[in-house]
């Protein structure tokens, strides 16, 4: 059982490039989220979807997209990479919303530096 | 807006040593509580999922108790041992779509 499998690993941009980060599970979980995690902030919630065809901000939006066209996946975009988006980033599932007593599962986290 | 505070940042204790983590939350009306676990260079795994209702759960040696009321929660590891070394962070779900406050986490570190 894979759970939740995100790509790339690592990744260095230079200001200005977009790319997408990749977000993958297989436990049929119908909420997905992004959170990003920096030193000293902790998590914060970039997006989340609740089920396919549903997304919504979260409490860091500016700066990407998401979209949920499956089940499975749930990538995030960055539309122009700038510095401050240097973090690590973090997809997670849950079979229900969180408030629903479903523990969140987190993919590895992906490092992202923007140069 | 809810707030999720843990202190210390950091606690090294020696292997053996009963220890309790806390957690503290500025808004009450919550629907859970969990308590995960980072490794270093790793994503998040969730230890304990205490619901509003209850006042503990339990784990092997872990034990995570709530108290709503008084915005506060305790982990309570027992015996531990140097592979408990790890980051710890409390998260309560709340408001719309029952999004998750995370607090920065407590650096534990089991010296042998």
């Known amino acids: 059982n894979a759970g939740v499998t995100q790509t790339p690993k690592f990744q260095v941009l230079k200001t200005g490039q977009s790319m997408t980060l990749q977000c993958a599970q297989d436990m049929n979980h119908e909420y997905m989220s992004w959170y990003r995690q920096d030193p000293g902030m902790g998590l914060r919630l970039i997006h989340y979807s609740v089920g396919a065809g549903i997304t919504d901000q979260g409490e860091v939006p500016n700066g990407y997209n998401v979209s949920r066209s499956t089940t499975e996946d749930f990538p995030l975009r960055l539309l122009s990479a700038a510095p401050s988006q240097t973090s690590v980033y973090f997809c997670?599932?849950?079979?229900?919303?969180?408030?629903?007593?479903?523990?969140?599962?987190f993919g590895n986290g992906t490092r992202l530096t923007v140069t | 807006k809810q707030e999720v505070t843990q202190i210390p940042a950091a606690l090294s204790v020696p292997e053996g040593e009963n220890l309790v983590l806390n957690c503290s939350f500025t808004?009450?009306?919550?629907?859970?509580l969990q308590w995960f676990r980072q490794d270093p260079g790793k994503g998040l795994t969730s230890l304990l999922l205490?619901?509003?209702?209850?006042r503990e759960q339990t784990s092997g040696r872990l034990n995570a108790s709530l108290d709503k009321s008084s915005g506060r929660s305790t982990l309570y590891i027992a015996a531990s041992q140097p592979g408990d070394s790890a980051t710890y962070l409390c998260a309560v779900s709340a408001g719309a779509n029952s999004k998750l406050t995370f607090g920065k986490g407590i650096t534990l570190s089991v010296r042998p």
């Open positions: 205490i619901q509003s209702s209850q």
């Open positions: 997670a599932s849950s079979y229900s919303l969180p408030g629903h007593n479903s523990p969140l599962h």
């Open positions: 808004d009450s009306a919550i629907y859970n």
